[in-house]
């Protein structure tokens, strides 16, 4: 395994941790609900605290169209054996005693999506907890490495050019999260993703007053409280293509304005620290679990804003995928060729408020 | 009481001008000039708050927004703020604070006896623990770690103040007001240049606040304040005093909060309790001085301890007080020991 | 938030405008004639530059007319503006792109405030 930079240094230690499975499409609640099993004994299995703290979380509605568009997956999840629940706004409130429902609110709160089974889980640990059982098993982990070439025999992958030499493999699989296009110009292809800032925000730590995870597509914002008492705060994605780890701030103002039309009780804390990530987004908002035009290549990536949640199931079915050399199940419909055959998993009313 | 440790004169506080206040529900006197930190040091108060984890006593460290120890819960009701910094808050008269994550106070505190368990508890010890099960963590680790987070609390009800932000554009942007700042402020505005000049302080000056040097001839105090009032005649200088730069983003685009009420005055849209100034710059001057780095020893965080130069600042009043000032950046030096520091230039441009 | 120096009124906060993607994808004159792969590729296959990238912005609450920007995805760093049409202005260490008349005009953006 090689990282260019330190391990849980990429998304996966600078996300918002949210961790559901409640999406739209059978082929992602497939995915999302196998990962979020994984989640709910990976302390235990890998021996390690994740944090997996399943305190439930809310999918605001805010008009008419958010209303039946929520309630279609509610009924959706079902079907597919995802727990889910529709809240009317004073279950809203219940569920959530800070949240403002009054209905003279600029953008008033007319229901919400309930899983209770979702939460947040420590993003840190996720990363270390894989880290540490991933050697014990045998793997290399090599730090501060990055693939700088592939090279390729005949239309097949025989090994990876790096900065610190020349490794040779049988297979190779590459993910790279915003870096993925890089990769893939190496072994001479182009990928449809664009990779774009994802910038978050951690409030002073304040002793706990918000008992789950909000999210809002409407207004725009996400917020949770750590175990520590941070408010962790996110919303959408910087429009432009961008490598540099970092935003512009009227993303975190705007942000800010839809925390506090939600919570006008947040109005007085102030926020600690705001940070940004590189994220790979595809056009219908699902991932890429996928064989490659090069033989022996393989690509994670394309989780975009939201593939935190699905760290365990995709590290699983990719696996699968280059062992087998055939994607499994879970991720059979996730390749690359849905571009070319129009299958797509339009996931954009699911992973809406960007992840 | 109006302040046993205080001295006779000296400092940067009105005496005349006394001001009430409350700490922990015990009422004190300061005076105006005075931080909360400085007037609870005047009054012998110490123990200002408890460390995160293991809840221990903490005291003030430094001078100002470099505090990482002395954050008390501030007012009351819908006005009340976790975590701020008593180096940074104006006293004012009728100032309601208290100390954060203690109970049931502040001198007694049980969850100290998380400190007795540290060696137990080192730096992620709750990645190894707490995990018989999934049910034990959601049900009974969980809580439990949850309660014991956080520092201050956050308000209950919507806050009645009111805010606003304001896009401006200027040719040079200086961060920081001391020394440095000013004159690079000055030399700007000479050229007729549209200069804005801010500040985290209350008073511009920076280190000169608390240094008497010499510059051009001047004890350096004149020198501050004859250069504030030459820019303040520029039409062109805008001066932001308790406005923290927050951040630099691309193309000199910057982000700073003015905290224009202090007290409890009402705020109202014509006069909002904070400003949020949106600035895009052509030239961006960084002035912000440095902060002093601590020295690293047992219990360097303990009550009574203080960084060298900014614990001098602080406790400008109060020479003879028992204290101890540690610190290793360059004009460190111990309060009685002020008059031997070696002039350091200043005015450095 | 970026400062974009729109080709038609001048430098303006990032937030009047509004982000196009990837420059110069033209549609194919014949979509029918197409394979399903030259389909995709049109449609969702994209340069995604690190480092010196052509882009589309529009200037939605100004002018509204779209426009051409050459900016490091690394640095933010804005290297040239020009308006569509406009020959491609050279990225740093990029050898101009030989036009295949002899351009009349230089490039709209290296002229520091053409066109406002
Ligand atoms: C601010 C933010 C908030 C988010 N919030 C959530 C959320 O609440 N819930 C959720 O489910 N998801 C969220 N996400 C998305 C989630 O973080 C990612 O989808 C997920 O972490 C991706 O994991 P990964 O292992 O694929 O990528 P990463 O964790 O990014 O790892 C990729 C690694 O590849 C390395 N790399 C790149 N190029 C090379 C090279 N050439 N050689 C060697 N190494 C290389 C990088 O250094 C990096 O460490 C968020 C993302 C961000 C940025
Ligand atoms: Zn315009």
């Known amino acids: 395994m090689l990282e260019k930079g330190w391990i849980g240094g990429g998304n996966t230690g600078r996300n918002t941790t949210i961790v559901r499975s409640n999406y739209l499409f059978d082929e992602s609640a497939h995915l999302y609900e196998k990962s979020l099993q994984l989640f709910e004994q990976l302390s235990q299995e890998l021996n390690y605290n994740v944090m997996m703290s399943q305190r439930g979380v809310m999918n605001l509605a805010h008009n008419l169209h958010d209303v039946r568009e929520s309630k279609r997956r509610v009924f959706a999840n079902k079907l597919n054996g995802v727990d889910a629940e529709w809240l009317e706004p004073e279950e809203v409130k219940a569920f959530c005693p800070i949240i403002d429902i009054s209905p003279d609110a600029r953008y008033p709160v007319m229901g919400a999506t309930l899983q209770k089974r979702a939460g947040v889980a420590r993003h840190d640990a996720v990363a270390w907890g894989f880290a540490r059982g991933a050697d014990a098993r045998g793997v290399d982990i090599i730090q501060n490495c990055e693939v700088t070439g592939l090279r390729i025999d005949n239309g097949r992958i025989v090994g990876v050019e790096t900065t610190k030499g020349f490794i040779g493999a049988k297979k190779v699989g590459s993910v790279a999260a915003g870096h993925t296009s890089v990769i893939c110009g190496m072994a001479g292809f182009r990928v449809p993703l664009t990779s774009h800032p994802l910038q978050a925000l951690v409030s002073e730590p304040i002793k706990p007053i918000h008992p789950c995870v909000v999210m809002s597509n409407a207004v725009h914002v996400y917020v949770s409280q750590s175990d520590k008492g941070e408010l962790v705060i996110g919303a959408g994605i910087d429009a432009y293509n961008s490598y540099a780890q970092r935003g512009s701030f009227h993303i975190i103002e705007g942000q800010m304005g839809a925390l506090r039309e939600l919570f006008p009780i947040f109005s007085r804390l102030r926020m600690m620290r705001s940070w940004g990530g590189i994220v790979d987004t595809t056009p219908d908002a699902s991932c890429i679990m996928s064989k490659t035009p090069v033989e022996n290549f393989f690509i994670n990536c394309g989780w975009g804003t939201g593939g935190f949640k699905a760290t365990p199931g995709s590290g699983w079915a990719f696996a699968y995928t280059i062992a087998k050399g055939e994607p499994?199940?879970?991720?059979?419909?996730?390749?690359?060729?849905?571009?070319?055959?129009?299958?797509?998993?339009?996931?954009?009313?699911?992973?809406?408020?960007?992840? | 009481?109006?302040?046993?440790?205080?001295?006779?004169?000296?400092?940067?506080?009105?005496?005349?001008?006394?001001?009430?206040?409350?700490?922990?529900?015990?009422?004190?006197?300061?005076?105006?000039?005075?931080?909360?930190?400085?007037?609870?040091?005047?009054?012998?108060?110490?123990?200002?708050?408890?460390?995160?984890?293991?809840?221990?006593?903490?005291?003030?460290?430094?001078?100002g927004s470099?505090?990482?120890?002395?954050?008390?819960?501030?007012?009351?009701?819908?006005?009340?703020?976790?975590?701020?910094?008593?180096?940074?808050?104006?006293?004012?008269?009728?100032?309601?604070?208290?100390?954060?994550?203690?109970?049931?106070?502040?001198?007694?505190?049980?969850?100290?006896?998380?400190?007795?368990?540290?060696?137990?508890?080192?730096?992620?010890?709750?990645?190894?623990?707490?995990?018989?099960?999934?049910?034990?963590?959601?049900?009974?680790?969980?809580?439990?770690?949850?309660?014991?987070?956080?520092?201050?609390?956050?308000?209950?009800?919507?806050?009645?103040?009111?805010?606003?932000?304001?896009?401006?554009?200027?040719?040079?942007?200086v961060v920081g007001a001391g020394p440095a700042g000013l004159s690079a402020a000055r030399a700007a505005a000479a050229t007729?240049?549209?200069?804005?000049?801010?500040?985290e302080q209350a008073e511009f000056g920076g280190s000169l606040l608390t240094l008497n040097r010499e510059i051009d001839g001047k004890p350096s105090a004149d020198w501050v304040r004859s250069t504030v009032n030459e820019l303040a005649g520029h039409e062109e200088v805008t001066l932001l005093k308790r406005t923290t730069v927050a951040g630099l983003y691309d193309q000199n685009y910057m982000v700073a909060l003015e905290q224009r009420i202090d007290d409890l005055t009402p705020s109202s849209p014509a006069n909002p309790r904070m400003r949020v100034w949106h600035i895009r710059a052509k030239e961006v001057i960084l002035a912000a001085g440095s902060h002093e780095r601590p020295l690293v020893f047992a219990d360097n965080d303990r009550p009574g301890h203080h960084a060298g130069r900014r614990g001098a600042d602080l406790h400008e009043p109060l020479r003879g007080a028992a204290?101890?000032?540690?610190?290793?950046?360059?004009?460190?030096?111990?309060?009685?020991?002020?008059?031997?520091?070696?002039?350091r230039r200043t005015a450095p441009m | 938030m970026l400062l974009i120096d729109c080709p038609y009124c001048g430098e303006r906060p990032e937030i009047e405008f509004s982000y196009g993607g990837e420059a110069h994808i033209a549609r194919p004159e014949n979509p029918g004639a197409l394979s399903d792969k030259e389909w995709a590729d049109f449609l969702f296959m994209r340069g995604n530059q690190k480092g010196a990238f052509r882009e589309r912005w529009i200037h939605t609450q100004g002018c509204r007319r779209w426009f051409n920007v050459l900016r490091d995805t690394t640095s933010h760093e804005i290297y040239a503006v020009y308006k569509i049409g406009a020959p491609k202005p050279p990225a740093?260490?990029?050898?101009?792109?030989?036009?295949?008349?002899?351009?009349?005009?230089?490039?709209?953006?290296?002229?520091?405030?053409?066109g406002k």
């Open chain 2, 323 to 343: 204290m101890q000032e540690a610190g290793c950046s360059s004009p460190t030096t111990t309060g009685p020991m002020r008059r031997r520091v070696p002039s």
């Open chain 3, 92 to 114: 740093p260490g990029e050898k101009p792109v030989a036009a295949k008349k002899p351009a009349a005009k230089k490039p709209a953006a290296l002229k520091k405030g053409a």
């Open chain 2, 66 to 173: 470099d505090e990482p120890n002395g954050m008390v819960q501030l007012a009351t009701g819908a006005r009340t703020e976790p975590n701020i910094k008593a180096t940074q808050i104006p006293l004012y008269d009728g100032l309601v604070a208290s100390s954060v994550n203690v109970f049931p106070s502040v001198e007694f505190d049980i969850s100290a006896v998380n400190g007795l368990l540290s060696p137990f508890m080192t730096a992620g010890f709750y990645y190894k623990t707490f995990m018989p099960s999934q049910a034990f963590w959601d049900k009974v680790a969980e809580p439990v770690i949850r309660k014991a987070a956080g520092f201050g609390k956050a308000p209950t009800e919507p806050d009645p103040d009111v805010y606003d932000h304001k896009y401006v554009h200027c040719d040079v942007m």
């Open chain 2, 1 to 63: 009481m109006s302040g046993s440790m205080r001295l006779p004169g000296g400092g940067r506080i009105d005496r005349s001008r006394p001001l009430k206040f409350t700490f922990n529900g015990k009422g004190y006197t300061g005076y105006e000039g005075d931080t909360l930190a400085s007037a609870l040091i005047a009054n012998g108060v110490h123990l200002i708050a408890r460390s995160m984890k293991y809840h221990r006593p903490r005291g003030l460290m430094t001078a």
């Open chain 1, 328 to 355: 499994h199940p879970l991720n059979a419909a996730f390749t690359l060729d849905r571009f070319t055959t129009g299958a797509l998993v339009d996931e954009h009313g699911a992973a809406g408020v960007a992840h």
């Open chain 2, 192 to 199: 007729g240049a549209r200069v804005i000049l801010a500040d």
